[in-house]
Antibody, heavy 118, light 108 residues
Framework: EVQLMESGGGLVQPGGSLRLACAASGFTFSNYGMSWVRQAPGKGLEWVSVISGSGGTTYYADSVKGRVTISRDNSKNTLYLQMNSLGVEDTAVYYC???????????WGQGTMVTVSS | DIQMTQSPSTLSASVGDRVTITCRASQSISSLLAWYQQKPGKAPKLLIYKASNLESGVPSRFSGSGSGTQFTLTISSLQPDDFATYYCQQYNSYWGYTFGQGTKLEIK
């Protein structure tokens, strides 16, 4: 079964850092681009970042550029999101998602909650 | 940046109704549009990609159409399981995947 499972969320103070992880199973991880999408409480979906299958190409939303780094370890079938200089506006459920060849997100994890608060 | 605008924001309908949700892009995105369904507390689910292609396993009562800047998602006969929030997403720009603000489909 194709599955994604996020971890690493929690409560962090403004200005703090957090690293999220997404463990993948059931498919050849290195063959697919992966992305992070977030959803603030009661709000819509916001794309955060995407990484190619090899890890060699990455893109970021303007709202997180310079504060967030996406990476992957294909030997461990794991996607990461390093988040620094967190602000209250980063409070959200963070989903990892697998990209189909058609460049859309066909498999999603269950999400991990990040709360930025003092 | 490409902006995506959905209408309506909320839609009240009954089981068996035919409903249509519209998504408009701020500039042409060809047919690079997807639709997702999300239920409370759950991850989004891909329904349609490339404007009109039904994702595997998605019921045929869902259909999509459009190109350029105007797109629609149609549910031909609403089922109880369809009450959820629907999002469109453009993927024309590899450096950005923009979602619409969502349309909440409620039971009338």
């Amino acid at each position: 079964e194709v599955q994604l499972m996020e971890s690493g969320g929690g409560l962090v103070q403004p200005g703090g850092s957090l690293r999220l992880a997404c463990a993948a199973s059931g498919f050849t991880f290195s063959n697919y681009g992966m992305s992070w999408v977030r959803q603030a409480p009661g709000k819509g979906l916001e794309w955060v970042s995407v990484i190619s299958g090899s890890g060699g190409t990455t893109y970021y939303a303007d709202s997180v550029k310079g504060r967030v780094t996406i990476s992957r370890d294909n030997s461990k079938n794991t996607l990461y999101l390093q988040m620094n200089s967190l602000g209250v506006e980063d409070t959200a459920v963070y989903y990892c998602a697998k990209k189909k060849q058609e460049d859309v997100f066909d498999i999603w994890g269950q999400g991990t909650m990040v709360t930025v608060s003092s | 940046d490409i902006q995506m605008t959905q209408s309506p924001s909320t839609l009240s309908a009954s089981v068996g109704d035919r409903v249509t949700i519209t998504c408009r892009a701020s500039q042409s995105i060809s047919s690079l549009l997807a639709w997702y369904q999300q239920k409370p507390g759950k991850a989004p689910k891909l329904l349609i990609y490339k404007a009109s292609n039904l994702e595997s396993g998605v019921p045929s009562r869902f259909s999509g159409s459009g190109s350029g800047t105007q797109f629609t998602l149609t549910i031909s006969s609403l089922q109880p399981d369809d009450f959820a929030t629907y999002y469109c997403q453009q993927y024309n720009s590899y450096w950005g995947y923009t979602f619409g603000q969502g349309t909440k489909l409620e039971i009338k």
